[in-house]
């Protein structure tokens, strides 16, 4: 079984539209697959319960089939930073407790391609002393990191994949997300942004998604690659 965790450059920066895009690649594999979402903010009620439409995004591409809970144990209604969030209705988060939780769903569900997606970016904080990284760390997982390909993504991809690391864990890949249409209008300029990031990122890049109209799975998938994990 292999496992991952994903991470962005920010929050917005196509992290849900690149797990599930893995995901649905790996089932046109006919592998098995997991997709997990422990901690989502700005989710909504449907039926009663909090929903968040990225981990419901996550869910649809997880086979064999696993319940909502399963894929998002942590829900929060307000879209704001998770601690926060915790913080406004007296639900603390503890990244001992999230890496704990996670290592039990591993264990008893073991899937042939699992896909963490960690919320914003990689020292997205959970409280005082914890951030979203401490769960990849104590879970001691690989590394995807998904870049919002725009204007000062150079910086943060950098940035973030030195801290990435600096934790001492792997970084496996990276795949790209066009968040800004003006950021690809220009060919030439956008190659060479792409070579930048291949280059100094030093690691296997999975694919490059197109700014996308109406955003899927089966989309992006087209323009996602598992060869190089």
Known sequence: MSAFFITGTDTDAGKTLVTSG???????????????KPVASGSKRINGHL??????????????????????????????????????VGQPLKA???AHFLSET??????????????????????????????????ELPVILVVGLKLGCLNHARLTAEA???DGLLLAGWAGSVVDPLFAADP????????????KLAAPCLG????????DAATAHRY???ESL
């Open 208 to 215: 490059i998604i197109p700014h996308l109209a109406l955003p």
């Open 96 to 98: 001992s407790a999230i």
């Open 224 to 226: 996602l690659s598992l």
């Open 22 to 36: 893995l995901l649905y690649t790996a089932r046109q594999q006919q592998l098995s697959t997991l997709g997990l």
């Open 106 to 139: 591993l264990r008893q569900s073991p899937r042939d391609f699992t896909l963490i997606e960690g919320a914003g970016g990689w020292r997205v904080p959970l409280n005082d002393q914890d951030d979203f990284c401490d769960v990849a760390i104590a879970l």
């Open 164 to 166: 990435i690391r600096a």
């Open 51 to 88: 929903r968040n439409s990225d981990a419901l995004a996550l869910q649809q591409q997880s086979v064999p089939a696993v319940d909502y809970a399963t894929v998002n144990p942590i829900t929060f209604e307000p879209a704001i930073a998770p601690h926060l969030a915790a913080l406004e």
């Open 188 to 199: 030439t300029r956008f190659d060479a942004n792409i070579a930048h990031l291949n280059a």
